[in-house]
């Protein structure tokens, strides 16, 4: 399955719960619950120690709303960009939320990337 030829409705249906779920694992600081969804591939790259340190030190990793603003689709390659306007339940201002997922081999959508700011 390529991703990119799927509509925006069927990218949304699964980018909706993924989302929430890394934002969701973010205020609360757990690992694991955060990279469920990410492709081995991008865990591979993560280092676990490092990842603990910014949900400790950073006061927007942990205080992320769960009201967003959907923005649009990006569609590069073999990945889709989904964008979000983020708010913080405790800083003012907005970040750009973004998503980038994938199909790996076994055609399962996955994350390849994501962040906020």
């Avoid at 509509?7 to 934002?23: G, K, N, Q, R, S």
């Avoid at 120690?49 to 569609?75: N, P």
């Avoid at 003012?92 to 998503?99: I, K, M």
Wanted: with cysteine.
């Amino acid at each position: 399955m390529n991703i990119i030829e799927l509509t925006d409705d069927d990218i949304l249906a699964v980018a909706e719960p993924m989302w929430i779920e890394l934002v969701r694992a973010s205020n609360e600081g757990k690992y694991g619950k955060f990279i469920r969804n990410f492709d081995p591939s991008l865990i591979q790259g993560l280092n676990e120690i490092e990842i603990g340190k910014q949900f400790a030190k950073s006061e927007l990793t942990r205080s992320l709303s769960e009201v967003y603003d959907y923005l649009g689709i990006i569609r590069r390659g073999e990945h889709v960009t989904v964008l979000y306007r983020v708010r913080s339940t405790k800083k003012e201002g907005e970040w750009l939320g973004r998503l980038v997922l994938g199909c790996n081999e076994q055609d399962e959508i996955k994350i390849y990337g994501a962040s906020v700011f």
